[in-house]
């Protein structure tokens, strides 16, 4: 049993558009409604497209750069702060997260899947040069 949730988690953190599509049926039976289905699922794949951003890193540069990738979302939350005290002259928390969270699945999911073509496009120009 523990060998299948951990090929499980890691399926997940090496493919987080399986999270994305697994959470969405799951809300999706539950709720009955598409538009709530689909933000529950993005809420909840968002830390496994991170997480997925930080090992296409290493994989492709042997490196960690999670204190990069750290920094990345503190100025962005900081960032949206701003912005929405600006606009607002409060700070309504719970939104600013949202608005915060679903941003952060934005950037990782187009950055994962920028790294994934150059990781194979690297793969390939290793393997025939």
Not at 12 to 34: E, G, H, Q
Not at 95 to 124: D, P, Q, S, T
Request: with cysteine; net charge positive; proline share 1%.
């Amino acid at each position: 049993m523990s060998n299948f949730i951990t090929v499980f988690f890691a399926t997940i953190v090496t493919v987080p558009i399986f999270a994305l599509f697994l959470f969405y049926v799951f809300a999706r039976s539950i709720t009955k409604n598409n538009k709530r289905s689909f933000h529950a699922a993005v809420d909840s794949s968002t830390l496994f497209f991170i997480l997925a951003v930080h090992f296409l890193i290493v994989i492709i540069w042997e490196r960690s750069y999670l204190w990069i990738i750290l920094m990345v979302l503190v100025s962005i939350a900081m960032i949206m702060v701003i912005t929405h005290y600006k606009i607002k002259q409060e700070i309504h928390f719970k939104k600013v997260f949202k608005g915060f969270w679903r941003f952060n699945f934005l950037l990782f999911f187009f950055a994962y899947f920028c790294l994934a073509l150059f990781g194979v496009m690297k793969r390939i120009y290793e393997t025939f040069a």
